[in-house]
């Protein structure tokens, strides 16, 4: 590999569910270190999602960071998931539970009472979180913990803090919304543009960089940009964006803006990505998918703790159907795998859109047999990102865009890199189909005592 300077080199750190993982990059976008410093997804309640605040969004990012950097890197940003709150005391140190998406905690009492999309979460994980720490310093999502741990600075990006509404209205903290809830605006985050220079990182010469979501900081990097490009988001959580030429709505799906000027996405987040299949692997025995014969394979409703996209329902569960005593663990691992695969081609066709890619990113790509279920399930290839760990590398970008070194978003598309393209295997295309239909009729079983979901 060609040296690199080390004055060209910036660090991304993403928050994740189940890990902080950070990578170091060129000006080329190649990756020149990793460190992957895991932490625990903490389920006290089939309905409750969180953290040890403490351990994930403060230490775990400051020891990603001193595996990673030495003094003369350039700047170092922060990505994570959304939406995430915790009360921190005047030190910066979380003192509540760091909540999660699809929390309970973050229900309003209409959503307790049917399935609704969950707007205003943050707002009510922040009434949750203030009535447990009233005389709380500060209510920080994760990046604002990370980014104050880093550089004494707690600030986060405009994407993040428009998920928090109607606690922020797109200008600023709304003094009556925070009050309602039991906050003040001042004990709030710092609000800045990802890619803007906020500080200076503790003990190091690099400056701290605003990131952003994890989701956009993939996108930026995955080169799913063309209208018809469908990202896959491979997580804890499986997000499926469907670029668009113009916006445009569908009941029970998401529609936001694309990094790419004059461009949408359609799509959605879905509780059946690596949540679900973690899940799978640890009370179902050993078993290698590929084994499975593909006329010989039940199916997953793969709903463990409720559904986001395009249910919107958090009381939905798992069922595993038409399974016998001929099926054997390969064959239920790979149903999983599928069921994931399902979940991308509902989305997709939900959308209406024309698709003329599928792009895979995130860590599952690295999980074989995930990639071959979802490449089976669509009947599309698959290009599969060459660096697992696109949230990080999208933070890597926008640092250096706090540095001078990059002036727009759109030029991080040369980081974009294909590591292999995985093809849908033609001997499963017919019994695939049938295994669709069925999951369709199951999620629709589940559904249709249910009043659809309100926009």
């Known amino acids: ?135 709380a310093a500060g209510y920080w999502p994760a990046p604002a913990v990370a980014n104050h741990a880093l550089g004494g600075e707690p600030v986060i990006d405009f994407a993040t803090a428009a998920t928090a509404y109607p606690l922020f209205d797109g200008t600023g903290w709304s003094p009556e919304a925070c009050a309602e809830r039991g906050a003040r605006p001042d004990q709030m985050p710092r609000v800045e543009s990802m890619g803007a220079a906020a500080g200076q990182v503790r003990g190091r010469g690099a400056a701290l960089a605003v990131g952003a979501i994890d989701a956009l900081c993939e996108q930026i990097v995955a080169g799913a940009d ?46 059946a990505g690596g949540l679900f299949l973690g899940w799978v692997d640890r009370v179902v025995a050993a078993g290698d998918p590929a084994a499975a014969r593909p006329g010989r394979v039940p199916v997953w409703s793969p709903y463990i703790r409720g559904e986001r996209t395009p249910f919107h329902d958090p009381d939905r569960r798992a069922t595993l159907d038409a399974v016998d005593l001929t099926h054997d663990a390969a064959a239920l691992r790979r149903a999983a795998y599928e069921a994931s695969g399902f979940v991308v081609r509902q989305l997709i066709e ?66 974009a890199r294909t590591e292999r393209v995985v093809e849908p295997d033609p001997g499963w295309a017919a019994a695939i189909e049938g295994r669709y239909q069925r999951f369709l009729e199951l999620g629709n079983r589940r559904c249709s005592a249910l009043p659809p979901p309100a926009f």
Not at 231 to 256: D, H, K, M, N, S
Not at 374 to 397: N, W, Y
């Open 226 to 271: 063309r209208e018809g490009d469908v990202l896959v988001l491979c997580g804890t959580t499986l997000i499926v964006w469907t670029t668009l030429g113009e916006a445009r709505q569908v009941p029970g799906l998401w529609t936001i803006p694309h990094t790419a000027a004059g461009k949408s996405q359609i799509g959605g987040a879905s509780n």
């Open 1 to 135: 590999m060609t040296p690199v300077s080390r004055e060209d080199v910036t660090i991304g750190i993403d928050v994740g569910s189940t890990a902080v993982k950070a990578v170091a990059a060129d000006a080329d976008g190649r990756v020149t270190a990793r460190v992957r410093i895991p932490h625990q997804l903490r389920v006290p309640a089939p309905n409750r999602l969180e953290h040890d605040a403490d351990e994930a969004w403060r230490r775990g990012p400051v020891a990603a960071l001193e595996r990673l950097g030495g003094p003369d890197v350039r700047a170092v940003a922060v990505s994570a998931m959304v939406p995430s709150l915790t009360a921190v005391d005047a030190a910066g140190v979380p003192v509540t539970p760091g909540l999660l998406y699809g929390d309970e905690r973050g229900r309003t009492p209409d959503q307790q009472a049917q399935p609704l999309p969950a707007l205003g979460e943050a707002a009510e994980f922040l009434r949750w979180t203030a009535a447990r720490a009233p005389d």
């Open 350 to 415: 939900l959308s209406g859109a024309p698709v003329a890619r599928i792009v895979a990113t995130g860590g599952g790509t690295r999980v074989g047999p995930w990639m071959q279920a979802i490449a089976d399930a669509t009947g599309r290839p698959v290009e599969v990102s060459g660096v697992p760990e696109g949230a990080a590398l999208g933070a890597a970008f926008l640092a250096r865009m706090a540095v001078g070194l990059e002036t727009a978003i759109a030029d991080a598309a040369r980081w």
